[in-house]
């Protein structure tokens, strides 16, 4: 009987001895899997990097910007070999109602140069770069093979995976598992056993092709400068938010919603998207854009608390799979996380080859060196921001009242004389059903969880 | 279903689908024809799950996103049978 996997895969109990075919397995080749396979090649270890794409990121997808200076540490001057759409240049966080948007637009030169700070890039380029480097530094890239399930040694250590390819069995003494937002290798190795599951939000995006002189003047961006605008307030309620960035010469326009939320509303994903692109202040950037490609995945946005165990016996987490995405309202980021995380994996399993102990006290580093990085810092700091942000009141009342609080401020009403300020925010909070104290309560979670 | 149906076909054929012989997700009509919410209805952001007159469920795995959307959302007990599609088949995302 064939195997394949997903969820409810089980183990499979093997006679594990001393000799594995490899050092380490690392299951899944997107930035997490590549920065592990990279640090164990260096190191001179034996890295098999299984992929079940035909090609690196032909299965992913992201919203929106690669943060790269964690690239510091595996590659010097990345900047100069990255495969790059365009630096960001322009960080823009809008709020909107149907008819209304509100801009927080930042703009720096010091980001369009060396050292840089963000990219847009294509997830094909991009992890298939990663992967590459990782293959240089003599890590085996195994495309279009699956890893179904996790082989055990008697004691229930992990000793390596069994793979849909003909006598597919491959031991190793570390798995890495970097699969992804399923996790299935992390589920069925217990990691998630009393953790809140399903924290999962849908990303759907459309990429539209313009020409590049267009995008500069739309976005007004010049040479490889580029845009990303976050967005929030265009899902009709449904807990999420929206992007628009710019790569070389397409758009890529998008939401991300809590799937649960749309059948209550009886809406479907790419309505959200097409209503994104039809709003005032979307559709003079996107307008005559042609469809390259459409696309989705889900995105583990639970933070902190929604994380599995990271390490067992024979075994780490990296990347999606453990729930790495940052989703904390002005910051969205992953691939930097992936990255992070991916790179410490690899040096753990490097500590614990040395030493010749790979159980879960030989592998313990991993936590350490995620904990005193951002990868766990940034992630502990901000645990309560993804309830915040896909809370009602900052997915709705506050979007309308801050956009009508503009509107107030802004528009004036001859021969009436300005209102006062003070009255203006006292009554569009009114007019919005928004009590004082949930602003102050929501106010002091923000400066507990930002400050 | 509605005017907007070619529309959403154009998406879908911007995608690149490598489609593998074997069904990597099947639905059990048994299950579904009790459902109420018809969550994956909505939330499958390949429109793959399609009401039947029946109560039931059409649902074609080839042009799957491999996303997992819809065994988050599904509430029915054993309606799907989930799978990732074997080695090199399936959704091949160029621009994600």
Request: hydrophobic residues 40%.
């Amino acid at each position: 009987m064939p195997e394949h996997a997903g969820p409810g895969t089980t183990s499979t109990v093997v006679a594990a001895t001393p000799q594995r075919a490899v050092d380490v397995v690392v299951v899944g080749a997107g930035p997490a899997g590549s920065a592990a396979a990279l640090e164990v090649a260096r190191a001179g270890h034996s890295v098999v990097l299984l992929e079940r794409g035909p090609y690196p990121g032909s299965k992913n997808v992201y919203g929106g910007v690669v943060y790269g200076r964690v690239l510091d540490e595996l590659v010097p001057r990345w900047w100069e070999q990255m495969p790059v759409q365009r630096w960001v240049t322009r960080r823009s966080t809008m709020i909107m109602t149907p008819t209304q948007a509100l801009t927080v637009d930042f703009r720096t030169q010091a980001w369009a140069g060396p050292p840089y700070n963000g990219a847009t890039a294509h997830r094909s380029d991009l992890d298939g770069w990663l992967a590459g480097l990782a293959e240089k530094e003599g890590a085996v890239l195994v495309p279009s093979t699956v890893a179904t399930g996790l082989l055990r040694d008697t004691a229930g250590a992990i000793v390596g995976v069994r793979t849909d390819r003909p006598d597919g069995d491959l031991t190793a003494k570390v798995v890495i598992a970097c699969d992804g937002v399923n996790s299935f290798l992390a589920k069925e190795a217990g990691m998630f056993a009393g953790k809140p599951t399903g924290h999962v939000t849908l990303g759907v995006k459309e990429t539209l092709r313009l020409p590049r002189s267009v995008i500069d003047e739309r976005f007004g961006v010049a040479g490889q400068d580029g845009v990303d605008i976050e967005i929030l307030g265009c899902t009709r309620g449904i807990p999420g938010g929206g992007f628009v960035y710019t790569n070389l010469d397409s758009l890529s326009v998008g939401v991300v919603v809590d799937p649960h939320g749309l059948a209550g509303k009886r809406l479907r994903p790419e309505e959200l998207v097409a209503d994104l692109k039809r709003h005032p202040a979307i559709e003079p950037l996107v307008r005559g854009g042609e469809l390259l490609e459409y696309s989705a995945h889900l995105i583990p946005e639970g933070g902190y608390d929604t994380m599995p165990e990271l390490v067992g016996d024979g075994f780490l987490v990296a990347g999606d799979a453990a729930a790495m995405c940052l989703a904390a309202g002005i910051w969205l980021e992953g691939v930097n996380f992936a990255l992070g995380a991916g790179m410490y994996a690899g040096r753990a399993a490097v500590d614990a080859l040395k030493v010749g102990d790979t159980s879960k006290t030989g592998l313990a580093s991993y936590r350490r060196m995620l904990d005193e990085s951002f990868v766990l810092a940034d992630h502990r700091k901000l645990r309560r921001v993804p309830g915040l942000v896909l809370g009602q009141r900052m997915q709705e009342s506050y979007p309308a009242m801050l956009c009508d609080l503009a509107q107030g401020l802004f528009h004036v009403d001859n021969p009436q004389p300005k209102p006062g300020l003070l009255k203006l925010v006292r009554r569009t909070l009114k007019r919005h059903g928004i009590r004082t104290r949930d602003v102050v309560s929501d106010a002091l979670t923000g400066v507990r969880s930002f400050g | 279903m509605t005017y907007d149906q070619p529309a959403f076909d154009d998406h879908m054929s911007t995608v690149d689908f490598e489609v593998a012989r074997r069904p990597h997700i099947t639905v059990n009509n048994e299950v579904c024809r009790s459902c109420r919410t018809t969550d994956c209805v909505y939330a499958c952001p390949a429109k793959l799950f399609v009401p039947t007159s029946d109560g039931g469920i059409l649902f074609n795995y080839e042009q799957c996103f491999e996303c997992g959307t819809c065994y988050q959302v599904c509430s029915g007990q054993g309606a799907l049978s989930w799978t990732y599609p074997d080695g090199g088949h399936g959704v091949a995302f160029r621009k994600g």
